[in-house]
């Protein structure tokens, strides 16, 4: 496990989906599903790689199982998975300011 969260970056597009998903609080496996499609605009999300992809969050300690009701997992990001999402979220960040200073992009 990497000790330091840049050793991550960049975020693969659904690891950061579902660590922003999870800045609300716990959730379980296909409630996250259902968020990230939405947030990808209904983009489908194949359940195996969706499933492989938090199986890896676990290894690599930026998700953490919160408990079990019934055949529901809950997981919650830890520390480092936050950590690792504010600095995923700050370099995007910098892209965009670069985007727009190259006028690719309108300012908002």
């Known amino acids: 496990m990497p000790v330091d969260p840049?050793?991550?970056l960049p975020l693969k597009p659904l690891v950061f989906q579902v660590l922003l998903a999870l800045t609300e609080g716990e959730r379980h496996g296909?409630?996250?599903v259902r968020e990230v499609q939405q947030r990808t605009g209904g983009?489908?999300?194949l359940p195996a790689n969706f499933y492989r992809t938090l199986r890896a969050m676990l290894a690599d300690e930026l998700i953490e199982e919160a408990g079990r009701?019934?055949?529901r997992r809950y997981f919650?990001?830890?520390a480092l998975g936050r950590q690792a999402a504010r600095l995923e979220a700050r370099r995007l960040q910098e892209l965009l300011t670069d985007a727009r200073t190259r006028r690719l992009l309108r300012k908002t």
């Open 6 to 8: 840049r050793e991550l």
């Open 30 to 32: 296909w409630s996250l």
């Open 43 to 45: 983009e489908r999300v």
């Open 69 to 71: 009701s019934e055949d």
């Open 76 to 78: 919650r990001a830890t």
